[in-house]
């Protein structure tokens, strides 16, 4: 077995040298290296941690880098002047560099023993997490075993306690631990396991699979907002619709998105918007809520039915306030996801209706178009619905730069009348005699 495939022995990491990984610091950002560098000349241990590892030994690029090191917090902030320590539950330093980069500087941890608790329970929360602790202690606090691999910019060398290049190679994910008692502690892991699985192509373990199963519930005891962020970045990383697929599959979809059951269709509507994410496009948070809901929504207002746009505004309401009221959606977005779901009504229901010329001059009219165009992307009749609104649209828009034209030069050949001068009194307007 070669040293990138072996599994930790009990207290024993895997160390591979700087000649049996692909890690160059050429790939490491620069302010990064600069912070590793003064901790470790300081006489500290300093770790490339996290996510960062794992994306530059797949060959990815990291979004951002982590430095793990047994300074304290304190400590930290005296060797950085621009430093500044965050967080009451997670003592943290944040080193800035510039206006929009931050180096995240987290000392090694250590799980709470029984009598490292403060009298006060009240206190166990915030305390537990400040306990420091040792490279291989704050490894094995750490979630996913891919996500556990420290690299020491010391000796250049990759260390791992928990078997993560393994799981690696296998393209494997597994949890550190028991699964259900990790997802007990935080279920929010469930979620972001299957989103790893997605982003990476890794499969899931066994264990974490069944660990997904049966803890599903735990996902509505997370915080709302939370989870609200956390399922935007499902779409941001281009994998919503595999991901809420995978969820519903294992029975965690009804919990994380309250009572919902999703159907292929919408399924195949999330992974078009994915692709469309991919392309360039920036996902919005009203796009994926409309996308989510679109299929409940038509099914209680047919296009091809006797309900009226007022009552495809109130229904689209009625679709989104649980999912708005539990997650705090702001009014604006909610207002826009029904400003889409409504536009989706009125393209279905084909041209020539009344309020037609006010439909198309509407602001979200474009974007509903593209919504609709997603959605019938595989309806022959669909997309050619979209391609005679398409021309309306644009037969509108040149219509409507001819009007302001039209007005413009209305307004060039239109000269205002000059005002007379007045004449002084006494006569004449001539040079006064001396």
């Not at 490292?116 to 490279?135: C, R, S, W």
Request: net charge positive.
């Amino acid at each position: 077995m070669t040293p990138s495939t072996e599994i930790p022995e009990a207290g024993q990491p895997v160390v591979l040298s700087r000649s049996e990984h692909s890690i160059s610091r050429k790939r490491i950002d620069e302010n990064t290296l600069k912070v590793l560098y003064r901790l470790s000349r300081q006489g500290h241990k300093a770790y490339l941690v996290g996510g960062g590892v794992r994306d530059l030994l797949l060959g990815r690029t990291p979004k951002d880098f982590d430095v793990g090191t047994d300074a304290t917090p304190n400590q930290v902030k005296k060797l950085f002047r621009n430093c500044f320590l965050v967080g009451r539950r997670f003592r943290l330093g944040h080193v800035r560099f510039g206006a929009n980069e931050v180096i995240e500087v987290a000392t090694f941890r250590r799980q709470a023993r029984p009598d490292d608790l403060p009298e006060d329970p009240a206190d166990h929360f915030f305390f537990t997490e400040n306990i420091f602790g040792t490279p291989q202690e704050d490894a094995f606090r750490r979630d996913f075993t891919i996500n556990a691999l420290f690299y020491d910019i010391k000796t250049f060398s990759i260390i791992d306690y928990v078997g993560g290049l393994a799981d690696l190679e296998a393209r494997r994910l597994r949890v550190i631990g028991d699964p259900l008692v990790r997802f007990t502690e935080d279920p929010v892991r469930m979620l972001r396991a299957l989103e790893f699985a997605a982003r990476l192509g890794f499969s899931l373990d066994d264990a974490v699979r069944q660990g997904i199963y049966v803890g599903a519930p735990l996902i509505a005891e997370a915080a709302p907002a939370r989870i609200r962020e956390e399922v935007m970045e499902l779409f941001r990383h281009r994998v919503g619709g595999e991901v809420l697929r995978n969820a519903q599959a294992l029975g965690l979809l009804p919990h994380l998105l309250a009572g919902f059951e999703g159907e292929e269709e919408t399924f195949a509507l999330l992974d078009r918007i994915d692709a469309r994410t991919a392309s360039g496009v920036p996902i919005e948070e009203h796009f994926a809520l409309a996308a989510i809901y679109l299929s409940r929504f038509l099914r209680a207002c047919p296009p091809d039915s006797e309900v009226t746009v007022t009552d495809a505004v109130r229904i689209a309401g009625l679709v989104l306030s649980p999912h708005c009221g539990y997650f705090h959606v702001a009014h604006g977005i909610r207002h826009q996801a029904r400003e889409l779901m409504v536009g989706m009504f009125r393209l279905s229901r084909g041209r020539g209706k009344r309020g037609e010329r006010r439909f198309l001059q509407h602001p979200m009219t474009p974007q509903s178009l593209e919504f609709f165009t997603l959605w019938h992307a595989e309806s022959p009749e669909g997309s050619q619905l979209a391609a005679e609104w398409r021309e309306a649209l644009a037969q509108d828009e040149q219509f409507q730069e001819k009007r302001k034209g039209d007005a413009s030069d209305r307004r060039k050949s239109t000269r205002p009348r000059r005002r007379r001068s007045r004449r002084s009194k006494g006569g004449g307007g001539g040079t006064p005699s001396a």
